[in-house]
């Protein structure tokens, strides 16, 4: 199991290296900020989606050793999407605080994706089985519930974002609610 999380971890940075060669080459398009910051939101919704599959998935196909790639699936989303928000505050806005702000309130989209973001913030920090015992394992699943929060506001965010080809938003949203629908099912048996 041991080779399966290092074979996982590299798989997470794999997005972020490709990324990096693709600058290394100069082959990032004629936008490079609009190209990373897609790519970041788009790992980000990936691995939340990804997140989300892994109960299902164990459930289905009874293997529950699959539930120890949640925790870095769902950190490897929340690394995406701070390094999507770091491209917007850092290449695409300067840290021009007041002009952030300014987006925030203004664009619909982007309020939703911080809202995904910030969301995604407690689950990270009590991600640990230390915060497991310090919250009690209902507490904690409790807050852990926020995933489903994040993964929509995420989908919404990526569905106000585009402009006319809503085409991989709608599959985001449509796969985000099969999975919470199963569980609402699944719940319920």
Not at 8 to 24: H, M, Q, S
Not at 33 to 46: K, S
Not at 130 to 138: A, D, E, L, S, V
């Amino acid at each position: 199991m041991r080779w399966g999380k290092v074979l996982a971890f590299t798989a997470g940075l794999a997005p972020l290296l490709y990324v990096a060669w693709l600058g290394f080459q100069q082959q990032l398009g004629a936008n490079p900020i609009e190209y990373i910051t897609h790519a970041t939101g788009d790992w980000t919704l990936r691995f939340l989606v990804l997140t989300l599959a892994v109960t299902p998935l164990r459930k289905i196909l009874g293997r529950p050793e699959l539930a120890q790639y949640r925790r870095m699936s769902g950190l490897f989303a929340f690394f995406y999407g701070c390094l999507h928000l770091l491209t917007y505050v850092w290449l695409d806005k300067f840290f021009d605080v007041a002009d952030i702000w300014k987006d925030v309130w203004k664009r619909p989209f982007i309020t939703m994706g911080m809202l995904s973001l910030v969301v995604m913030v407690p689950l990270a920090v009590t991600s640990t089985a230390g915060w497991i015992r310090r919250m009690g394992g209902q507490r904690w699943r409790l807050l852990h519930r926020l995933v489903y929060v994040s993964a929509v506001a995420g989908c919404i965010h990526y569905y106000w974002l585009v402009k006319s080809d809503v085409r991989l938003p709608v599959v985001y949203g449509a796969i985000t609610v099969l999975l919470l629908t199963w569980r609402v099912v699944n719940a319920k048996r």
